[in-house]
């Protein structure tokens, strides 16, 4: 089974622009959350998506958004991008049943300059 | 609120050295707890995972973990420590009544002497 794929893998951005980063879960998990990795702040959670539905969200600026497709593929876009959004951003899939294991993918490294 | 707490930032070990890694959490219930593994540049891998029952848990690449729920400890063990192991760790619980997001510690970096 293939895992999570994220692309892209690295990202070079101005300061002020947008972006949209995009997770593609381990086939036939329904869950998808986002986590932004940084040296100073760890690795601090964004948004949970289930069913096409925003289900959890972490304690971030109303730039971050995200959402998913009925494939259960996720995108999180993040605008008007500040030099503290430099990050990896990884994105984890689960299947959200009994099980809370989330799988995680390579990530997205993204530099605002 | 949840945390969970790695008390050693970096830690140095010789290579078929034993290794323990520490873990402490602040939950009110049975925790989900997890451990992870980050090569660098990389994604994070699940080592393994503790729900319930036997509170010594196996996980993969030779690593175990034991849950103590007197000391809200889930520190990770490794007899033989290998080159390989080096890495950043990580140990997170899932967040109470919010499955799909999980609380990390701020990691622990292995580095491993030959």
């Known amino acids: 089974k293939a895992g999570v794929t994220q692309t892209p893998r690295y990202l070079i951005k101005t300061r002020g622009q947008q972006v949209t980063l995009s997770c593609s879960p381990i086939?036939?998990?329904?869950?998808v959350s986002w986590y932004q990795q940084t040296p100073g702040q760890g690795l601090q959670f964004l948004f949970e998506?289930?069913?096409?539905?925003?289900?959890n969200k972490g304690n971030f600026p109303g730039r971050f958004s995200g959402r998913q497709f009925s494939n259960s593929r996720s995108e999180m876009n993040v605008s008007t991008l500040e030099l503290g959004d430099s990050a990896l951003y990884l994105c984890?899939?689960?299947?959200?049943?009994?099980?809370?294991?989330?799988?995680f993918g390579p990530g997205t490294r993204l530099t605002v300059t | 609120a949840q945390s969970v707490t790695q008390p050693d930032i970096h830690i140095t070990v010789s290579e078929g050295a034993s290794l323990e890694l520490r873990c402490n959490y602040s939950y009110g219930a049975t925790p989900y707890l997890f451990w992870y593994v980050q090569s660098p540049g990389q994604g994070l891998q699940l080592l393994l995972k503790?729900?319930?029952?036997?509170?010594l848990v196996q996980g993969i690449k030779g690593f175990e973990a034991e849950f103590k729920r007197s000391q809200s400890s889930f520190n990770l063990r490794k007899p033989s420590v290998h080159w390989s192991d080096a890495a950043e760790y990580f140990c997170a619980v899932v967040s109470s009544g919010n499955t799909g997001k999980l609380i990390f510690g701020q990691g622990t970096t292995l580095q491993v002497k030959p």
């Open positions: 998506y289930f069913s096409e539905t925003q289900r």
């Open positions: 086939s036939g998990h329904r869950s």
């Open positions: 503790y729900f319930s029952g036997d509170t």
């Open positions: 984890a899939s689960s299947f959200r049943g009994n099980s809370y294991e989330q799988y």
